[in-house]
C-alpha cells in the first residue's frame, strides 16, 4: 500500500459524493456524531454494536461481518471511504478490520471527520440507506493480528510500540484523559516497548505527516524497521491508526495490530508489567 | 490567537467522585454561542498532546487528567484559542473557552 492507494483527502471525497461505487463509512468514538451531522450520503457504523461480538470480547465471526456489510450495502468491489471522530481513530481500526477480512478498496479520509469540520464543509442529518448487497468475506488475516502469546513472546525481541500517551505508558493515567480513571487492569506498559504516542504521527488537524517525517519519527525512537513489530493501546483503536502508519504508509513489513491490547494484558496473571517512562 | 477565560461553565460533575479524579472541563464559545463543532485537545506541561474531544452539541468539554501543569487548546473553523491551568485532586478547573465572533 501507499498514501496513493489508502488515503484520500477532503477535495477528493468533495468530487466523489456521487460516484458510482464509492461508498462513505463514517466509524466514531462518540456514536453520537453521526446523527449530529455527517457527510452526505455516508452510511454509519457503530464501533461497539456492530464491531464487537456481542457476547465474548472479540471482533465479529466472517458471517456477521458478511451480514454486516450487506445490510448496509457495501458492494466487495467498492471503494470505500472511511471516516471518523478523533483523528480517525476508529476509522482506522474499521480500515484494518476491512482489511482483516480481505476488502480490496478502502481508504481513510486524511484527517477525518475533523478536517471536514475545520474546513467548514457541508454535514447533513439526513441518514443514507443503501440497497442490500451480498457482502462475501475472506477469513481473518492473521497476519496483521497480534494475540496475548505472540506478544508475551516478544518482549525484548520484536518491536512493541506503545501508542498511548506518555501518562497511561508511565502508569500515571489508567485511560486516555477524557474517559474516567477507574479501570480493572493494573497500570503500565509491557516491557521492552516504546512509548511513541499515536498522535506525534498526526498533524493538529488531523491529517497524516508526511512520509518523510513519520519515517524519522519511528527510527529516531528505535524502532527497527528490519524486525517485526507489534502495536497496542487500550483497546485497539489507537494501535489501528499507528498500524496504519507503519503498515500502510510506511510499507513495513510485519505490522499487527494487538487488538487484545492493555485491557488484556493488563489483567493478565503473572505477565511482566513495566512502569515508569 | 484569542485569550481563554477561565469561568465556570462545564457539564454537570454529579455522580463522578471528583475527589480521586483532576479534572478540567468546560464550554467554549464562539460569539458568546457554543461551539458544537470545535475539538479541544488536552496538552501536557511540555505543550505535547495527550488527548482530544468533540465538543458537545451544547459546546462543552471534561478531561479527567493528573494533578499538573495542563492546558487545553480550542480548534474550530478558522480560530483557535487556549488556556494554561494548575489541575489537583478533588479540585475540578471549570473553564470557559471564547473566541469573539
Known amino acids: 500500500m501507499s498514501r496513493e492507494t489508502s488515503l484520500v483527502n477532503s477535495d477528493w471525497v468533495s468530487l466523489n459524493l456521487s460516484t458510482s461505487g464509492v461508498v462513505l463509512v463514517e466509524v466514531d468514538e462518540d456514536t453520537d456524531a453521526y446523527e449530529k451531522g455527517h457527510i452526505a450520503g455516508a452510511v454509519k457504523l457503530h464501533w461497539r454494536d456492530d464491531l464487537q461480538d456481542k457476547v465474548r470480547r472479540d471482533i465479529v465471526a466472517k458471517s456477521d461481518f458478511e451480514k454486516l456489510l450487506s445490510d448496509r450495502g457495501i458492494a466487495n468491489d467498492d471503494t470505500v471511504i472511511l471516516y471518523g471522530g478523533n483523528n480517525n481513530w476508529f476509522a482506522a481500526y474499521a480500515y484494518w478490520y476491512f482489511k482483516l477480512y480481505g476488502h480490496k478498496d478502502v481508504r481513510l479520509l486524511d484527517g477525518g471527520r475533523k478536517i471536514w469540520e475545520l474546513e467548514s464543509r457541508e454535514l447533513t442529518t439526513d441518514v443514507s440507506t443503501r440497497p442490500a448487497s451480498k457482502y462475501v468475506a475472506t477469513e481473518q488475516d492473521h497476519s496483521l493480528r497480534a494475540f496475548r502469546d505472540e506478544v508475551l513472546a516478544a518482549i525484548g525481541k520484536l518491536n512493541l510500540v506503545d501508542v498511548r500517551s506518555p501518562q497511561e505508558f508511565s502508569g500515571?493515567?489508567?485511560?486516555?484523559?477524557?474517559?474516567?480513571?477507574?479501570?480493572?487492569?493494573?497500570?503500565?506498559?509491557?516491557?521492552?516497548?516504546?512509548?511513541?504516542?499515536?498522535?506525534?504521527?498526526?498533524?493538529?488537524?488531523?491529517?497524516?505527516?508526511?512520509?518523510?517525517?513519520?519515517?524519522?519519527?519511528?527510527?529516531?525512537?528505535?524502532?527497527?524497521?528490519?524486525?517485526?513489530?507489534?502495536?497496542?493501546?487500550?483497546?485497539?483503536?489507537?494501535?489501528?491508526?499507528?498500524?496504519?502508519?507503519?503498515?500502510?504508509?510506511?510499507?513495513?513489513?510485519?505490522?499487527?495490530?494487538?487488538?487484545?491490547?492493555?485491557?488484556?494484558?493488563?489483567?493478565?496473571?503473572g505477565v511482566p508489567v513495566e512502569l515508569g517512562a | 490567537m484569542n485569550t481563554c477565560g477561565a469561568k465556570a461553565g462545564g457539564p454537570s460533575l454529579d455522580g463522578i467522585d471528583v475527589s480521586k479524579s483532576a479534572i478540567v472541563q468546560g464550554i467554549a464559545l464562539i460569539g458568546g454561542e457554543p461551539v458544537s463543532r470545535g475539538y479541544v485537545r488536552l496538552l501536557d506541561a511540555q505543550g505535547d498532546f495527550t488527548a482530544e474531544v468533540p465538543t458537545s452539541r451544547e459546546g462543552q468539554f471534561r478531561f479527567f487528567a493528573s494533578p499538573g501543569q495542563w492546558s487545553v487548546r480550542l480548534l474550530t473553523a478558522g480560530a483557535t484559542c487556549e488556556a494554561k491551568f494548575s489541575l489537583h485532586l478533588g479540585e475540578p478547573v471549570d473553564l470557559v473557552l471564547e473566541i469573539a465572533s
Not at chain 1, 186 to 215: Q, Y
Not at chain 1, 219 to 240: F, L, M, P, Q
Request: aromatic content about 10%; some cysteine; proline content about 4%.
Open chain 1, 172 to 269: 500515571e493515567l489508567a485511560a486516555p484523559a477524557h474517559l474516567p480513571q477507574e479501570q480493572g487492569q493494573v497500570r503500565g506498559h509491557i516491557p521492552s516497548a516504546k512509548n511513541i504516542p499515536w498522535a506525534k504521527s498526526a498533524n493538529e488537524d488531523g491529517t497524516f505527516k508526511s512520509d518523510a517525517d513519520l519515517a524519522e519519527l519511528y527510527k529516531g525512537a528505535g524502532v527497527n524497521v528490519d524486525t517485526d513489530t507489534i502495536a497496542y493501546c487500550r483497546i485497539g483503536e489507537r494501535s489501528s491508526h499507528t498500524w496504519f502508519v507503519l503498515h500502510e504508509l510506511l510499507e513495513m513489513k510485519n505490522v499487527k495490530n494487538y487488538d487484545g491490547s492493555w485491557t488484556e494484558y493488563g489483567s493478565l496473571v
